[in-house]
T-cell receptor, first 116, second 111 residues
Framework: GAVVSQHPSWVICKSGTSVKIECRSLDFQATTMFWYRQFPKQSLMLMATSNEGSKATYEQGVEKDKFLINHASLTLSTLTVTSAHPEDSSFYIC????????????FGPGTRLTVL | EDKVVQSPLSLVVHEGDTVTLNCSYEVTNFRSLLWYKQEKKAPTFLFMLTSSGIEKKSGRLSSILDKKELFSILNITATQTGDSAVYLCAGAPGSARQLTFGSGTQLTVLP
């Protein structure tokens, strides 16, 4: 149980385009989903926390207009990188927390974004 | 600001060796400490520790938490090449669900 999927697993796009990444909890209801970003050889940096049906809470330094997060249902959250630039190239990982596991987060497999 | 510090940053050992990875934390309203293993993709969950002094074990891996010293260790005995990965620890506060991650320990196990 507690499986989280992400789609796509990798994406290459041109500078200036927008990219949408989906995060789904497959076998549980995720009241809270988290979006992380990870650069090579660095740890996970929390970008934002999203609760179903409400606006996401962004960490300091993360542009909310650039990284649009939607958590419309208990099983789906999306991250849209708008007007992507090469510096946005990174590994984006989502995680989900279910009602029962207060702190335990289940991670998706990640999405590798490369902006040319 | 919450902070989690891991040491060493990297470690190279030979198969069969035992390793100890360290994690110290400063987390407001601390609730639990989590360990994850990250290979090429996203982290996979290893342990969640909430109480001091109670060792959690899973095969060759074990972990323990010291809430007085704000410290946790992850032990791996009889290491194998498949244990090569980045090991992350994360502190979780009680009032919210955000995790604060350490920088990770890169473990390399040589045959």
């Amino acid at each position: 149980g507690a499986v989280v999927s992400q789609h796509p697993s990798w994406v290459i796009c041109k500078s200036g385009t927008s990219v949408k990444i989906e995060c789904r909890s497959l076998d549980f209801q995720a009241t809270t989903m988290f979006w992380y970003r990870q650069f090579p050889k660095q740890s996970l940096m929390l970008m934002a926390t999203s609760n179903e049906g409400s606006k996401a809470t962004y960490e300091q330094g993360v542009e909310k207009d650039k990284f649009l997060i939607n958590h419309a249902s208990l099983t789906l959250s999306t991250l849209t990188v708008t007007s992507a630039h090469p510096e946005d190239s990174s590994f984006y990982i989502c995680s989900a927390s279910n009602r029962g596991g207060y702190n335990e987060q289940f991670f998706g497999p990640g999405t590798r974004l490369t902006v040319l | 600001e919450d902070k989690v510090v891991q040491s060493p940053l990297s470690l190279v050992v030979h198969e069969g060796d035992t390793v100890t990875l360290n994690c110290s934390y400063e987390v407001t309203n601390f609730r639990s400490l989590l360990w994850y293993k990250q290979e090429k993709k996203a982290p996979t969950f290893l342990f969640m520790l909430t109480s001091s002094g109670i060792e959690k074990k899973s095969g060759r891996l074990s972990s323990i938490l010291d809430k007085k010293e704000l410290f946790s260790i992850l032990n791996i005995t009889a290491t194998q090449t498949g244990d090569s990965a980045v090991y992350l620890c994360a502190g979780a506060p009680g009032s919210a669900r955000q995790l604060t991650f350490g920088s990770g320990t890169q473990l390399t196990v040589l045959p």
